[in-house]
């Protein structure tokens, strides 16, 4: 059984797809990819990589908190860049939230992104308790 999962303290959905999912039986979490957009004003944070992935990982995080879980719960994340020559300073703020017992983690370049932004990342958790 699945539980979809909403928040208003994270983006919304730009588009048919739902910010989490919660697979009930397995007791885990799915949360789509999240962009840098502010939850309040829906406009792209202003800035480089290191703006961007701050507010991609706290949207990460107001899902995952959504769900029942956190970021010590996650166990997999998928990081997709626009630049790989941005990968140092996106590692630089990743590691500042994953800072101990990091989950396992691809990362790969592509060519365009939703709304342009220079990252995006979803995440694979476990639910807390």
Do not use: C, W
Request: charged content about 20%; overall charge neutral; aromatic content about 6%.
């Amino acid at each position: 059984m699945k539980k979809i999962i909403s928040t208003d303290k994270a983006p919304k959905a730009i588009g048919p797809y739902s910010q989490a999912v919660v697979l009930s039986g397995q007791k885990l979490v799915f949360v789509s990819g999240q962009i840098a957009m502010d939850p309040v004003s829906g406009e792209i944070i202003k800035g480089g990589i290191t703006e961007q992935t701050k507010q991609v990982l706290k949207n990460v995080e107001s899902v995952l908190q959504a769900a029942g879980s956190d970021l010590l719960h996650v166990i997999k994340t998928t990081v997709f860049l626009k630049n790989m020559n941005d990968f140092v300073a996106m590692n630089t703020v990743y590691e500042s939230f994953f800072s101990s017992d990091p989950p396992a983690r691809a990362a790969v370049e592509v060519a365009r992104l939703p709304k342009d932004v220079l990252i995006e990342i979803e995440v694979i958790a476990e639910l807390a308790g």
